[in-house]
Nanobody, 123 residues
């Protein structure tokens, strides 16, 4: 069982930045593909960014050039650096772990989920 705990959310003005962190309890964290998803009120959960065990990255088009995903396997932590934030980025952000080689953009392959952290971007 992998326990994931997100932190770093908050309220920020449009154009601002936040860095989200997701700490994992599992020593084999480095072997998991990690993903960040977000869910806004009344909307489905959507893929934001993912990073494989080997460091490969994938982003949804809406955040390319603004968000950066990274991981520190020594700290069992994955990060999401979010710059140039927009009001439409407002959502609960959740990290997830998948026992896969590829970065998959649907929720089904991700077995473990954190509780989420709220990001609110004001205009």
């Amino acid at each position: 069982q992998v326990r994931l705990v997100e932190s770093g959310g908050g309220l920020v003005q449009a154009g601002g930045s936040l860095r989200l962190s997701c700490a994992a309890s599992e020593r084999t964290f480095s072997s998991y593909t990690m993903g960040w998803f977000r869910q806004a009120p009344g909307k489905e959960r959507e893929f934001v960014a993912g990073i494989s065990w080997s460091g490969g990255r994938s982003y949804v088009d809406a955040v390319k050039g603004r968000f950066t995903i990274s991981r520190d396997n020594a700290k069992n932590t994955v990060y999401l650096q979010m710059n140039s934030l927009k009001p439409e980025d407002t959502a609960v952000y959740l990290c997830a772990a998948a026992d896969t080689i590829l970065i998959l953009t649907t929720t089904i392959p991700y077995k473990y989920w954190g509780q989420g952290t709220q990001v609110t971007v004001s205009s």
